[in-house]
């Protein structure tokens, strides 16, 4: 008889359904939501609405995240900003998924980097693609470090705008955190640096004295916990919700 594998999530709810749903013919796993985090859209500020009504004096958007693309079309909709206006501009995007989201709303994708952190998004856009003192907009979350509008700034007029914000959940599911601290788990699922913070608030682990079984979604995430001390078991090979289950299969069925 096959053994079941314990999965906890801690992605937003809605990232967690979709993974639940990539792993339901694999009948011996036994899979836990438990968000940390989640995110809204920003309501617009003068600020804000003063960068977006003048978008076409910009010469490039920059997106970081699924999130970013999705909470700033929504953004720029509720100012009726002319469409027309963003159509003209370059739009560059960390990764498949990021990409796919601005093909979703409707926009060419110009320039797609593949690697999984800032610093090697940065290095490729100022290497690759952006141009002398152009107009670069980069539209992120409130909790996103300013690392990649100050490497853009080195060589272009880099405006960051932000779009959505990201909410600590501060009283998440205790039985599913009592199945971590009984070491009842296989694997514990991270997708951002936010939540693997909040993680540690909440419960206080200290990194020489609680083992974590993690799979993180990717390197930016993995440096940021193994800067904090712990070990990351696992780092998807593609950082994205399919790679999450692929990985999930690959060392659990």
Known sequence: ??????????????????????????????????PLIETKI?????????????IR?????VFTSKRGVSSFFKLVKSLNINGEDIANLQFAAIGAA???EILKNGYEVHYINQGNTSKEFAAYLIDDVIKANEKILLPQGNLAPDFLLNKLSEKANCTRINVYETIKIKNPD???LNLIEKNSYDLLIFTSP????????????QADKKGLKILSIGQTTTNFIENKGFKVQITAKKSNIKGLADEIIENLV
């Open 194 to 205: 936010s939540a693997f913070d909040n993680f540690l608030e909440i419960t206080n682990y």
């Open 174 to 176: 205790r039985e599913i």
């Open 98 to 100: 990021t990409a796919g």
């Open 1 to 34: 008889m096959v053994q079941n594998k314990t999965v906890i999530s801690t992605q937003p709810a809605e990232q967690a359904v979709k993974l639940q749903a990539l792993l339901q013919n694999s009948n011996n796993i036994m899979f836990y939501s438990m």
């Open 57 to 61: 004096s910009f010469n490039r958007i």
């Open 42 to 54: 920003l309501k617009s500020n003068p600020d804000t609405e003063q960068v977006l009504k003048t």
